[in-house]
């Protein structure tokens, strides 16, 4: 098979190609299971493979580009004026091939699993920052619900919160 560049549409199960050979016509169409994937990559010769920049495609990234291929991930708002019909997966690995075909198509550079595994401690870290906040501003409505007010800021919390536990018209049930 003479390919110049693949389009992959990743999903959970299975995922579909889409490739085009060095006059642009489609020489490849097809589904592969996510078990098979790796070997039917490994029996190519080394090939560029675009694939929209989402969860999963720097795994990918890296696996495709261990067997030798060049792999660019394209972020999916430079992908989407490339489909042309109704949103499937065909669709969609045409439109990624399509877009990887654009000399200024920008890409994402694939990341190490170092640095997803950074990502993730900060992301997580965020989260978590933002649950907080959203607790304080909870407390803060719902004391306001009693006219109780505080200053905004995390430390002056537990002040509210003892104001809340002396106040006479705050029944027990609203008691945190």
Same mark, same amino acid.
């Given at each position: 098979?003479?390919?110049?560049?693949?389009?992959?549409?990743?999903?959970?199960?299975?995922?579909?190609?889409?490739?085009v050979?060095?006059?642009e016509?489609?020489?490849?169409?097809?589904?592969?299971?996510?078990?098979?994937? *790796?070997?039917?990559?490994?029996?190519?010769? +080394?090939?560029?493979?675009?694939?929209?920049?989402?969860? #999963?495609?720097?795994?990918?990234?890296?696996?495709?580009?261990?067997? #030798?291929?060049?792999?660019?991930? /394209? +972020?999916?708002?430079?992908?989407?004026?490339?489909?042309?019909? #109704?949103?499937?997966?065909?669709?969609?690995? *045409?439109? /990624?091939?399509?877009?990887? $075909?654009r +000399? *200024?198509?920008?890409?994402? +550079?694939?990341?190490?699993?170092?640095?997803?595994?950074?990502?993730?401690?900060?992301?997580?870290?965020?989260?978590?920052?933002?649950?907080?906040?959203?607790?304080?501003?909870?407390?803060?409505?719902?004391?306001?619900?009693?006219? /109780?007010?505080?200053?905004? $800021?995390?430390?002056?919390?537990?002040?509210?919160? *003892?104001?809340?536990?002396?106040?006479?018209?705050?029944?027990?049930?609203g008691?945190?």
């Open positions: 098979m003479n390919l110049k560049r693949i389009g992959l549409d990743t999903s959970k199960a299975v995922f579909t190609l889409h490739g050979d060095h006059d016509k489609i020489v490849l169409r097809r589904n592969i299971k996510r078990a098979e994937l *790796e070997a039917f990559f490994a029996k190519l010769p +080394p090939t560029l493979v675009a694939l929209e920049a989402c969860g #999963g495609s720097h795994h990918w990234g890296r696996r495709l580009a261990a067997l #030798g291929h060049t792999v660019r991930l /394209i +972020p999916p708002q430079y992908v989407k004026p490339f489909v042309r019909r #109704g949103k499937n997966d065909r669709n969609d690995a *045409e439109a /990624i091939c399509e877009a990887a $075909s +000399p *200024e198509m920008p890409i994402v +550079p694939v990341k190490a699993a170092e640095q997803q595994a950074d990502a993730i401690v900060l992301s997580a870290r965020e989260l978590l920052v933002r649950q907080r906040t959203q607790l304080v501003n909870a407390i803060r409505g719902h004391a306001a619900e009693f006219g /109780i007010v505080a200053a905004r $800021s995390i430390s002056h919390v537990p002040a509210l919160l *003892e104001v809340v536990a002396a106040e006479i018209a705050v029944p027990n049930s008691i945190m």
